[in-house]
């Protein structure tokens, strides 16, 4: 099983900060997902990226997948205190095999 | 179209005993794995079913074991129960068609 490091591990800023998020791996990856969790809750899915390169916005979230698919960063813009939460990657090896990262935990204060 | 439901959300259960965790994957959703989160450990993969087969097994000892039913819905076991045991366990499933796994809200085990 190939390893996924996210970093910064943790990270608490203003409300209204820009901040990225970095997933990084030795591995190529076919595709890759990022997740948010809220305490108590269940991971849920918030983009897919699949091609080398590829750059996916969810209004104020920019996703990009890393030209060679061994990385990926994940880019906010004007946090909001909705935003706090643990921030996931997966990458998907083979088929239907899936590692998860490390993740990142994001507070955003008011 | 109901999410991935998983029961029971919340259990305490002593040291020594065994406990069995449900799942039912969204419908038409033949794939479920299962996953253990710990703070220090973070999301650790346990194991996945197909089609009421093991297909991917995670690092745990065999005190941990899982099945699959015909409708899908899984059910996770876990025997002589171990202080350390004490976990969110989530449940994902997914389709034929590529890996986008949803996630369940989990269940909550503490072991004490």
């Known amino acids: 099983t190939q390893l996924l490091e996210q970093s910064p591990q943790f990270l608490s800023i203003q409300e209204g900060e820009n901040l990225t998020v970095y997933c990084n791996s030795s591995?190529?990856?076919?595709?890759l997902q990022w997740y948010r969790q809220e305490p108590g809750e269940g991971p849920v899915l918030l983009v897919t990226v699949v091609t080398g390169g590829e750059v996916k916005k969810l209004k104020r979230l920019t996703f990009q997948f890393g030209d060679a698919r061994k990385d990926s960063s994940l880019h906010i813009t004007a946090a909001q205190p909705g935003d706090t939460g643990l921030y996931l990657c997966a990458g998907e090896e083979g088929y239907q095999k899936v590692t998860f990262g490390t993740g990142t935990k994001l507070q955003v204060i008011p | 179209k109901a999410g991935v439901t998983q029961t029971p959300r919340y259990l305490i259960k002593t040291r020594g005993q065994q406990v069995t965790l449900s799942c039912s994957p969204i419908s038409g959703h033949r794939s479920v794995s299962w996953y253990q989160q710990t703070p220090g450990q973070g999301l650790q993969f346990l194991f996945e079913y197909f089609s009421e087969t093991q297909r991917n097994k995670g690092n745990f000892p065999g005190r941990f074991s899982g099945r699959q039913f015909s409708n899908s819905r899984s059910e996770m076991n876990v025997s002589t129960l171990e202080l350390g045991d004490s976990a969110l366990y989530l449940c994902a499933s997914s389709s034929l068609i590529d890996a986008e796994a949803f996630f369940g809200q989990g269940t909550r085990l503490t072991v004490v």
């Open positions: 591995s190529v990856f076919s595709s």
